[in-house]
């Protein structure tokens, strides 16, 4: 392989002229190939000085990087599985603030933190803490590309420029990271705990990086054969038989398509056409790299991780995750399911499961409902826990619940109402349906009852869903003598008071059976269609008074309130401010916020655990952490 891929470099010189031309000056444009004595010394020179074969030597370089990434990764989540072992065998000592948690402090308040404004809006970058890793391996990767010269060879029939050839070979060995960083079932998830949907920042902006090389790799092949004879010159590289700069366009063109169906503005307007057209697009983009790259040096081994990692995902999600084709199961065989209307445009999707069908909180699937769409899933985070079986009752039925909570925009979740609602005309109790489950994927690695004496869950709208989990979590665990936890409060903000009678049956026992533990906080934000049985007059007239940046500040205790039910919680007609709210409820030593629902919600969360890390600096607490789940990824 090594003499094949020499012999191809060496020969890259055009076809000499007719007539002896060995003893041709360089300077003699006839003298263009091996056959001149003057340009196979040349040649051999520009060689020894910058050789082909050491470029590949940069696509190592590469994997190495990230393979190191994912290794300290590692560290990181063995650490924190064993945070948990040994806060289940000797709960942690409030008041015990250490070097080691100012030093996380500080980490998380750099990486919690967002940029907010409507820039930031409009280009969705992640946190300042990921966008650090994002700048550091893109400064590697620039140093990488532009650190050594020459850029180019004196002619390019002395061979390819070695800025194009050692960056093309970055961008292929970023394949294989790019597709494992994709996955739903994620073998980096695995090895770093760090769930699917937060690596999917990572991916997209991989691919980014790859883009660019890519781009990079292919100037240097127009630029070369311009400065040797002009326009000419480069229709005759481009068009000869075997050119790579002719099989390396189809590629390059695919992988512009794609990364700019990702951009995000543009992914949100046409989802429907990134969703069926991304996987589709990339399959071909990988082909199209077998035939580019001509089975150079080590170029294809990039290439076959790819497939490994990408066929290793599919046959897992399709046999293990995807319950229709469960191993374990019939196949074909989809799940029982009611859907029900609720108020302001919510679906109540319950789903009879099997026994053995476990999940954990804060975990999602993906739901397919055949009579709606075949080839349309949606993300759906479950919004109650399996049935428990520790405290060793049996049970008459086979099955048992999973409960979804679906709110109505547009798409699947919009036909999924306007199905129920059709129905429900002939039929009050619901529609019975067939679904097809995908998961469970997601979660979170710590042990949150047994390292977090205050669980603060913050929900905006159907954001609910993955709060409710948690909370029947941490009721379990407490009953069963296996958790610090204190205090758990809710803050959950809806748009009309109509709304909170979504989650009232599975919120009010837990309220009822542990009232000095759970506190409810219910924030209407558009206080002018709240109704009378839930809010009172003179709540109503508070509402008016107050301003977002004024009393929504203020504590859940503040005048602004009515009591929903003395088994809920409070109602508020007003929008929190969540960077003043959140710390009035910081009170403990050892502090969990999770918080779900819109991109705002999440980086006004995420700025005000920021800020909160200054309480672990001064010693005031012990931890402060975050966990956010999102509307879609």
Same mark, same amino acid.
């Given at each position: 392989?090594?003499?094949?891929?020499?012999?191809?470099?060496?020969?890259?010189?055009?076809?000499?002229?007719?007539?002896?031309?060995?003893?041709?000056?360089?300077?003699?444009?006839?003298?263009?190939?091996?056959?001149?004595?003057?340009?196979?010394?040349?040649?051999?020179?520009?060689?020894?000085?910058? +050789?082909?074969?050491?470029?590949?030597?940069?696509?190592?370089?590469?994997?190495?990087?990230?393979?190191?990434?994912?290794?300290?990764?590692?560290?990181?989540?063995?650490?924190?599985?064993?945070?948990?072992?040994?806060?289940?065998?000797?709960?942690?000592?409030?008041?015990?603030? *250490?070097?080691?948690?100012?030093?996380?402090?500080?980490?998380?308040?750099?990486?919690?933190?967002?940029?907010?404004?409507?820039?930031?809006?409009?280009?969705?970058? !992640?946190?300042?803490?990921?966008?650090?890793?994002?700048?550091?391996?893109?400064?590697?990767?620039?140093?990488?590309?532009?650190?050594?010269?020459?850029?180019?060879?004196?002619?390019?029939?002395?061979?390819?420029?070695?800025?194009?050839?050692?960056?093309?070979?970055?961008?292929?060995?970023?394949?294989? &990271?790019?597709?494992?960083?994709?996955?739903?079932?994620?073998?980096?998830?695995?090895?770093?705990?760090?769930?699917?949907?937060?690596?999917?920042?990572?991916?997209?902006?991989?691919?980014?990086?790859?883009?660019?090389?890519?781009?990079?790799?292919?100037?240097?092949?127009?630029?070369?054969?311009?400065?040797?004879?002009?326009?000419?010159?480069?229709?005759?590289?481009?068009?000869?038989?075997?050119?790579?700069?002719?099989?390396?366009?189809?590629?390059?063109?695919?992988?512009?398509?794609? &990364?700019?169906?990702?951009?995000?503005?543009?992914?949100?307007?046409?989802?429907?056409?990134?969703?069926?057209?991304?996987?589709?697009?990339?399959?071909?983009?990988?082909?199209?790299?077998?035939?580019?790259?001509?089975?150079?040096?080590? +170029?294809?081994?990039?290439?076959?991780?790819? @497939?490994?990692?990408?066929?290793?995902?599919?046959?897992?999600?399709?046999?293990?995750?995807?319950?229709?084709?469960?191993?374990?199961?019939?196949?074909?065989?989809?799940?029982?399911?009611?859907?029900?209307?609720?108020?302001?445009?919510?679906?109540?999707?319950?789903?009879?499961? !099997?026994?053995?069908?476990?999940?954990?909180?804060?975990?999602?699937?993906?739901?397919?409902?055949?009579?709606?769409?075949?080839?349309?899933?949606?993300?759906?985070?479950?919004?109650?826990?399996?049935?428990?079986?520790?405290?060793?009752?049996?049970?008459? *039925?086979?099955?048992?619940?999973?409960?979804?909570?679906?709110?109505?925009?547009?798409?699947?979740?919009?036909?999924?109402?306007?199905?129920?609602?059709?129905?429900?005309?002939?039929?009050? *109790?619901?529609?019975?349906?067939?679904?097809?489950?995908?998961?469970?994927?997601?979660?979170?690695?710590?042990? &949150?009852?047994?390292?977090?004496?205050?669980?603060? @869950?913050?929900?905006?709208?159907?954001?609910?869903?993955?709060?409710?989990?948690?909370?029947?979590?941490?009721?379990?665990?407490?009953?069963?003598?296996?958790?610090?936890?204190?205090?758990?409060?809710?803050?959950?903000?809806?748009?009309?008071?109509?709304?909170?009678?979504?989650?009232?049956?599975?919120?009010? !026992?837990?309220?009822?059976?542990?009232?000095?533990?759970?506190?409810?906080?219910?924030?209407?934000?558009?206080?002018?269609?709240?109704?009378?049985?839930?809010?009172?007059?003179?709540?109503?007239?508070?509402?008016?008074?107050?301003?977002? +940046?004024?009393?929504?500040?203020?504590? #859940?205790?503040?005048?602004?309130?009515? *009591?929903?039910? #003395?088994?809920?919680?409070?109602?508020?007609?007003?929008?929190?401010?969540?960077?003043?709210?959140? !710390?009035?409820?910081?009170?403990?030593?050892?502090?969990?916020?999770?918080?779900?629902?819109?991109?705002?919600?999440?980086?006004?969360?995420?700025?005000?655990?920021?800020?909160?890390?200054?309480?672990?600096?001064?010693?005031?607490?012990?931890?402060?952490?975050?966990?956010?789940?999102?509307?879609?990824?």
């Amino acid at each position: 392989m090594a003499a094949k891929v020499r012999s191809m470099d060496m020969d890259m010189g055009g076809s000499s002229s007719s007539g002896n031309i060995t003893d041709l000056p360089l300077s003699d444009p006839r003298c263009d190939s091996d056959a001149c004595d003057a340009f196979k010394a040349a040649h051999q020179l520009s060689q020894a000085t910058v +050789s082909y074969y050491y470029q590949y030597g940069y696509g190592h370089f590469t994997t190495w990087y990230y393979l190191a990434a994912i290794g300290i990764a590692m560290l990181v989540y063995l650490y924190r599985l064993n945070r948990n072992r040994i806060a289940r065998r000797e709960p942690p000592v409030a008041g015990k603030s *250490t070097l080691a948690h100012k030093a996380l402090a500080l980490c998380r308040m750099v990486n919690y933190r967002h940029f907010k404004g409507r820039v930031a809006d409009y280009l969705g970058p !992640p946190s300042i803490g990921s966008l650090a890793f994002i700048a550091i391996t893109s400064l590697f990767l620039l140093l990488l590309t532009f650190l050594v010269h020459p850029y180019y060879r004196d002619r390019r029939g002395f061979g390819s420029p070695p800025l194009a050839i050692r960056t093309g070979l970055m961008a292929q060995a970023c394949t294989p &990271i790019i597709v494992a960083l994709a996955g739903k079932v994620n073998f980096i998830a695995m090895l770093t705990g760090i769930s699917h949907e937060k690596l999917n920042v990572f991916h997209r902006w991989v691919s980014y990086m790859c883009l660019f090389l890519a781009i990079v790799h292919t100037v240097p092949f127009i630029v070369a054969p311009l400065r040797d004879g002009g326009p000419a010159a480069l229709h005759k590289q481009y068009y000869k038989h075997g050119s790579m700069e002719y099989t390396g366009t189809p590629p390059l063109g695919i992988l512009v398509g794609i &990364i700019v169906l990702s951009i995000p503005w543009i992914r949100h307007r046409f989802y429907n056409l990134f969703y069926r057209l991304h996987i589709p697009m990339y399959v071909v983009y990988l082909g199209l790299l077998f035939w580019h790259t001509k089975h150079e040096g080590d +170029s294809w081994v990039y290439l076959y991780a790819t @497939f490994a990692l990408w066929s290793a995902s599919c046959l897992v999600r399709l046999f293990y995750k995807w319950q229709t084709f469960n191993i374990f199961r019939d196949w074909f065989q989809g799940l029982p399911a009611r859907l029900h209307e609720l108020p302001g445009g919510m679906t109540k999707v319950t789903v009879l499961a !099997p026994l053995d069908f476990k999940w954990k909180p804060g975990q999602h699937v993906w739901l397919r409902i055949p009579h709606l769409s075949i080839l349309q899933n949606h993300p759906l985070t479950i919004a109650n826990l399996p049935r428990d079986s520790s405290n060793g009752t049996t049970r008459s *039925t086979d099955a048992q619940e999973m409960v979804f909570y679906v709110r109505a925009h547009h798409g699947l979740t919009l036909d999924l109402l306007k199905s129920v609602a059709s129905h429900d005309i002939a039929e009050t *109790t619901g529609r019975s349906v067939s679904v097809h489950v995908d998961g469970p994927y997601g979660g979170v690695v710590e042990d &949150i009852p047994a390292l977090y004496e205050s669980q603060i @869950f913050v929900a905006g709208g159907s954001g609910i869903s993955a709060c409710l989990p948690w909370i029947e979590h941490a009721t379990r665990r407490i009953s069963q003598g296996l958790s610090i936890t204190k205090n758990i409060h809710l803050i959950w903000m809806v748009r009309y008071a109509t709304q909170i009678q979504w989650i009232t049956e599975e919120l009010e !026992p837990l309220v009822n059976a542990h009232p000095d533990l759970i506190h409810v906080d219910v924030f209407v934000t558009d206080a002018s269609a709240s109704t009378p049985a839930l809010v009172s007059a003179d709540s109503e007239k508070d509402s008016e008074r107050n301003s977002d +940046s004024g009393a929504a500040g203020r504590k #859940p205790s503040d005048e602004a309130t009515a *009591t929903v039910s #003395p088994k809920l919680g409070q109602v508020h007609n007003q929008r929190p401010y969540l960077p003043i709210l959140i !710390p009035t409820l910081l009170t403990a030593r050892r502090c969990f916020i999770l918080g779900c629902g819109p991109d705002s919600l999440g980086t006004d969360l995420a700025n005000a655990a920021s800020a909160a890390q200054k309480r672990v600096l001064a010693g005031d607490a012990d931890i402060v952490t975050l966990h956010t789940e999102s509307f879609g990824w």
